[in-house]
């Protein structure tokens, strides 16, 4: 299984980015999926992570900004960012918890960092 992001870039303030998370591979379910971002010198946060029961969880500093969603069929969730604020400035990283069938195991995946920047 493979999880590859897309989407990113430079914005200004109060622009929107969508940036969205496919897992590819065969034989697997996923279980939640979801954004973690890491700033300079800070350490990794979550930003928004989707489950399969439509449960969601947002950072607090995002709410009301940041709306993440799936696409199943695609085993994709967007996560659409919209009042960009400079402290939004991160790179930001897919992951997902996903059920392996062949394995019978679940298994937390990264995919590679995308970078957003957020300044006039």
């Known amino acids: 299984v493979q999880l590859q992001a897309y989407g990113g870039g430079s914005v200004q303030p109060g622009g929107s980015l969508r940036l969205s998370c496919v897992a590819s591979?065969?034989?697997?379910?996923?279980?939640?999926m979801g954004w973690y971002r890491q700033a300079p010198g800070k350490e990794r946060e979550m930003v928004a992570v989707?489950?399969?029961?439509?449960?969601?969880s947002y950072l607090e500093s995002v709410k009301g900004r940041f709306t993440i969603s799936r696409d199943d069929a695609k085993n994709t969730r967007y996560l659409q960012m919209n009042s960009l604020e400079p402290e939004d400035t991160a790179v930001y990283y897919c992951?997902?918890?996903?059920?392996?069938?062949?394995?019978?195991?679940?298994?937390?995946?990264w995919g590679r960092g995308t970078q957003v920047t957020v300044s006039s």
């Open positions: 591979g065969s034989a697997f379910s996923v279980i939640n």
């Open positions: 989707l489950t399969n029961r439509e449960r969601t």
């Open positions: 992951n997902a918890d996903i059920y392996l069938f062949d394995a019978f195991k679940r298994q937390i995946y």
